[in-house]
């Protein structure tokens, strides 16, 4: 899923193409994917864009008289800019979702794999667009105090709460992976039992890895549309790298899988070496199940 760095930069690509152009048509190929009914997607057609904005991990196109056109790309969804006009197939091939043609060129929407969970809404004034954000603190925007405030709210563990949308905005499972390692801190402890210390460690590394990541990304994609939008990149330390060594101490990466998400780790680094259940594994193994990289490693030569 697109998180606030990859939405950043999309934002900034369409702020340089867009703004002050007009949508002159919006081409809709799947029946999924509009989620509101009023106003509709030819309410803005003729209409100039404003601005342009991330809200949360949404991107918010701003028209005149106050209409909002707002994107969720969920896991699979990514955008691609072109100039002139596309064709838009209902073919499952296309993977085609939408097309927004404005004056300056044409905007689309695919998404990957036969789930169909990328939304588009239109809404209406500022109450519209604050309906759709989950209200989670932006981490440019707060101080410590306030970050150690939110965190230790309730007792979750780390990457459940850095990654709940109404807690902080845009962080989601790829980035809260290379977070978790930059602090040094494993994912899976609890918020109410961090010391001063190590959450002052967690703030200056969520702050430091969006903005060196999101720098990164700006860079990558230079004056281009960024089209290599992923949630695995070859300068991650941990996250998509399962059984890699670790670039700190060259212990081995792991994982804890649950349900369609990953979250990987390093023992050696962030957890004293302790290896962290995996819920498939350890609940067929049951009190076979290694506690160590080193039992681990020799489960596995078996």
Avoid at 44 to 59: D, F, L, M, T, W
Avoid at 125 to 139: F, H, T, V, W
Avoid at 148 to 161: F, S, V, Y
Avoid at 272 to 281: E, K, V, Y
Wanted: aromatic share 8%; net charge positive.
């Amino acid at each position: 899923m697109p998180e606030l760095p990859d939405v950043v930069v999309y934002v900034e690509a369409l702020q340089q193409r867009i703004i002050g152009h007009t949508l002159e048509r919006i081409r809709i190929a799947s029946p999924f994917l509009l989620r509101t009914t009023s106003p509709s997607p030819t309410d803005a057609q003729g209409s100039a864009v404003r601005e342009v904005r991330r809200v949360g991990k949404r991107i918010a196109i701003g028209f005149e008289d106050d209409l909002w056109l707002v994107l969720h790309l969920m896991i699979a969804g990514r955008l691609h800019w072109r100039t002139g006009q596309i064709k838009l197939s209902r073919s499952p091939k296309n993977r085609g979702l939408a097309a927004f043609q404005f004056s300056s060129g044409t905007l689309s929407l695919t998404e990957a794999g036969s789930q169909r969970r990328a939304s588009l809404h239109l809404v209406e004034g500022k109450a519209g667009l604050e309906r759709l954000d989950p209200g989670g603190a932006e981490i440019f925007d707060i101080d410590l105090e306030r970050f150690a405030e939110i965190l230790t709210a309730r007792n979750h563990t780390l990457k459940r709460a850095l990654t709940d949308p109404r807690l902080f905005s845009g962080i989601g499972n790829a980035y809260s992976d290379e977070i978790f390692f930059a602090a040094q801190l494993s994912p899976i402890a609890l918020t109410q039992k961090l010391k001063p210390e190590e959450i002052a460690r967690l703030f200056a590394a969520t702050r430091q890895s969006l903005k060196m990541w999101t720098e990164t990304l700006r860079t990558e994609a230079g004056r281009d549309f960024p089209e290599k939008v992923t949630a695995f990149r070859s300068g991650m330390a941990v996250h998509g790298r399962y059984q890699e060594p670790c670039p700190r101490c060259q212990v081995k990466v792991q994982r804890i899988r649950y349900a369609a998400n990953e979250t990987n780790y390093c023992p050696g680094c962030q957890t004293g070496g302790r290896l962290l259940a995996d819920r498939a594994l350890s609940r067929l193994l049951r009190a076979d199940w290694p506690r160590t990289v080193e039992e681990f490693e020799g489960l596995t030569r078996t």
